[in-house]
């Protein structure tokens, strides 16, 4: 059996999407170190990983990312990602190197999977000559040619001018947009002693070993020079809950005549205002179901926020397992969370996506473009266009064919399994590696001390 080294951010997405992950290599016999925020030791243990907490690293609140990093505030689209990754992921890697180095001085592991904003973890992966994997659970960053760079939303385009235009918004994509995030990088690179590699701050985001990308071809951009390493593995969706307790109304869900309307903000956007209420408002008067998940706001408090009684037609909860309630959805109103996006269309509902925070534009460009979904800019739209969205995605069923066409794609993968096949594949045992692997030893970079 093989020991693998698992690392994750704190934002809790990017840790939540790796537990099956990390449950399919527990059930096979593996042991799972998992390099995690402390506020998800409950979940890493349940799935029999071993917990280990940042030390130098930064332990931040990724459900309060605009108050830890407040930097943050008030950006959106290629300004926000290039500066939270300047200051959150790349930021964090020397951090990270220094904290790991340390753990595989004493505890030497057969690979490591990572998800793909964890910097550092793959630079001190090839020091120490250990198998290195990335998890993709957002777009696709490889983008070359005829492919549009990653950042502003943009969508493939054909003629003489497509590549034109791709190299020319790379170029400044990575002159200003990425370039203190691509200056860290590089420095933390040579101050490992390593070689230029060439590749940009997000294209080391992929591990050219193996990167399991958390989708299927049909909700990516076609890629003419797609590296070998990527696997497509379908959607990451939790395990069912052990313990789930449905809402009163959860049966009437389950025998709706109406069409049913999920609308959701994700985990990281609690400000109700954002979408929920402004939904709620939009559909008030129709002859539909909605049922809100609101991560951790009570219906009291939404109510509140409302400033009236909630719609006679709406349902909510704080939580509710997606596998059980999108069978019963006709149309998710969501922000654009990655993990959420694709776990509606492995049940091939369509969707109307809003906003263009972190990398939401480039998710709901997609949306667009696969034409399983309707894209509304802005962080906040007004009832009457969120109300036209919606209408329009369940009057048009050209939305939802594409949905379901997406959904039969996604269900013919089974990502946690895929995931564990791949990574044993990769890992090879400490003492195969034989007297040429490199001596694990201590690293600490020259910013981290």
Request: proline residues 9%; glycine residues 8%; hydrophobic residues 40%.
């Amino acid at each position: 059996m093989s020991r693998f080294l698992l690392t994750t951010v704190p934002v809790p997405a990017h840790t939540r999407n790796a537990l099956p992950v990390a449950a399919r290599l527990v059930e096979r016999g593996h042991e799972v170190v998992w390099f995690a925020s402390r506020r998800f030791r409950d979940d890493v243990v349940a799935v029999g990983a071993t917990h280990v907490p940042y030390g130098q690293t930064r332990d931040f609140d990724g459900e309060r990312l605009l108050e830890e990093f407040p930097q943050l505030a008030g950006l959106r689209g290629p300004r926000a990602i290039g500066r939270a990754y300047a200051d959150v992921f790349v930021g964090e890697a020397a951090h990270r190197v220094a904290d790991l180095s340390r753990l595989l001085e004493h505890q030497p592991v057969d690979a490591i999977l990572s998800d793909g904003l964890s910097y550092g973890v793959g630079l001190l992966a090839e020091v120490l000559g250990v198998p290195f994997a990335t998890f993709g659970d957002g777009p696709l960053v490889h983008a070359h040619g005829p492919t549009p760079a990653f950042g502003p939303g943009l969508q493939p385009m054909r003629g003489p001018l497509s590549r034109l235009r791709n190299h020319a918004v790379r170029t400044a994509s990575r002159r200003w947009i990425f370039a203190e995030a691509q200056r860290s990088h590089d420095l933390l690179r040579q101050e490992l002693g390593l070689d230029p590699d060439g590749r940009s701050a997000l294209e080391v985001s992929v591990s050219p070993i193996l990167h399991l990308q958390a989708c299927t071809p049909s909700f990516e951009y076609p890629v003419e020079d797609l590296p070998p390493a990527v696997h497509w593995i379908g959607a990451l969706r939790p395990d069912p809950p052990s313990r789930w307790s449905p809402p009163p109304w959860w049966d009437e869900l389950l025998t709706s005549t109406r069409p049913v309307v999920h609308v959701t903000q994700g985990s990281i956007r609690p400000d109700m205002h954002e979408l929920v209420i402004p939904a709620l408002r939009a559909l008030a008067g129709e002859d539909v179901l909605v049922v809100v998940t609101t991560g951790s706001v009570p219906e009291h408090e939404l109510a509140a926020q409302l400033g009236a009684p909630l719609p006679a037609n709406a349902r909510v909860c704080e939580y509710a397992p997606y596998d059980l309630l999108l069978p019963h959805v006709d149309v998710c109103v969501a922000n654009g969370g990655y993990t959420g996006v694709t776990t509606a269309l492995h049940h091939g509902v369509p969707l109307v996506q809003v906003g263009s925070t972190e990398e939401k534009a480039e998710i709901g460009a997609r949306i667009r473009w696969s034409g399983v979904g309707v894209r509304l800019r802005g962080a906040s739209p007004s009832p009457h266009r969120l109300h036209s969205a919606v209408r329009r995605v369940l009057d048009d069923p050209t939305y939802r064919e594409a949905a379901t066409r997406m959904g039969m794609e996604m269900r013919r993968h089974d990502a946690g399994q895929e995931a564990a096949d791949l990574l044993e594949r990769l890992a090879v045992p400490l003492a195969a590696r034989g007297p040429s692997r490199p001596e694990t030893r201590h690293v600490t970079p020259v910013h981290a001390r």
